[in-house]
């Protein structure tokens, strides 16, 4: 039988790469390590990859496996979730892994500027109603840019049309350099270069990228890059909701688009 959620708690809190700063502790309880993640944790000067919303962490440990000169971080919220990805690591033995189980509204409280060099944003809940709360828009660019390199590079990996159409739109609004764009990555670039570096980086399935390609979405990626000059502006467009998503989420607004 797997573990209960309790006995998971457990098992994070004695973990020596884990770190648990939700934000009802986070005015209390000081975090030392900002600016010192590489002297203090990693104890190297590899880049600092984040995977924001890293639910299991299959980006974190999967990355972390194909790159053992980068560092990688998984943040997430929830902790009986982050235990599968962190008890992986620590299994393995992976010296450039760590997790922080926190919210990401405040996550500039715990990187210092330029200390991270790239984003992961893994199939990040769309937040179609309230665009603050969505990991794509301007006000979440703003608190990245607090901590991400100048030009820091942002990988997008998403089933939602509403997410990838919205950040297309903030993309070009403000003019952030756009490296790579697909909307249907297992039917375009992985399938034509299946040996390429690019393809073991995208081949990497996460739990929730797993049930919607078993419902026979299409998966979509972009990567752009997020210079440090300019002010950024939220794009005033209307984008078709997604449908599907109303099968297992419990409140819609009746709206058929959003802001
Ligand atoms: C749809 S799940 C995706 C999880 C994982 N990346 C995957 O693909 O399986 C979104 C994840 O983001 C986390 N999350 C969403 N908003 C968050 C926030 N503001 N702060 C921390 N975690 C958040 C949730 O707890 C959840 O695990």
């Known amino acids: ?36 993640w590489h002297e203090d944790f990693f104890r190297n000067d590899h880049p600092i990859v984040l995977e924001l919303g890293c639910g299991r962490g299959e980006y974190t440990v999967g990355l972390a496996r194909l790159y053992p000169d980068k560092n990688f971080i998984g943040v997430d919220i929830k902790g009986a979730r982050m235990w599968t990805g962190a008890t992986e690591a620590l299994r393995e033995g992976l010296p450039n892994v760590a997790f922080l189980r926190t919210n990401i509204e405040v996550i500039d ?41 100048d030009r820091g590079r942002i990988h997008l990996k998403t089933d939602s049309n509403f997410l ?11 003019g952030l350099p756009l490296e790579f764009s697909t909307r249907d990555l297992y039917h375009s670039t992985l399938a034509e270069h299946p040996d390429t570096e690019e ?42 909701l ?18």
């Open 1 to 36: 039988m797997g573990k209960g959620k309790l006995a998971k708690f457990a098992d994070m809190a004695s973990y020596p790469h884990v770190f648990e700063y939700p934000y009802s502790v986070v005015d209390e309880v000081p975090f030392d390590m900002k600016g010192r």
């Open 164 to 174: 990838f159409t919205y950040t297309e739109y903030m993309v070009e609004k403000n």
């Open 242 to 259: 997604d449908e599907y998503r109303s099968y297992n989420r419990s409140k819609r607004s009746g709206l058929s688009t959003a802001k």
């Open 109 to 149: 409280r715990f990187f210092a500027e330029g200390e991270v060099a790239e984003i992961w944003l893994t199939f990040s809940d769309p937040q179609m109603k309230k665009v603050t709360k969505r990991l794509t828009s301007t006000y979440f660019m703003a608190r990245y840019r607090r901590f991400l390199q």
């Open 199 to 240: 393809a073991r980086i995208l081949n990497i399935r996460t739990y929730y990228e797993q049930q919607w390609l078993d419902r026979g979405l299409d998966i979509k990626y972009m990567r752009f890059l997020l210079p440090q000059a300019g002010e950024l502006s939220e794009p005033e467009v209307e984008i078709e």
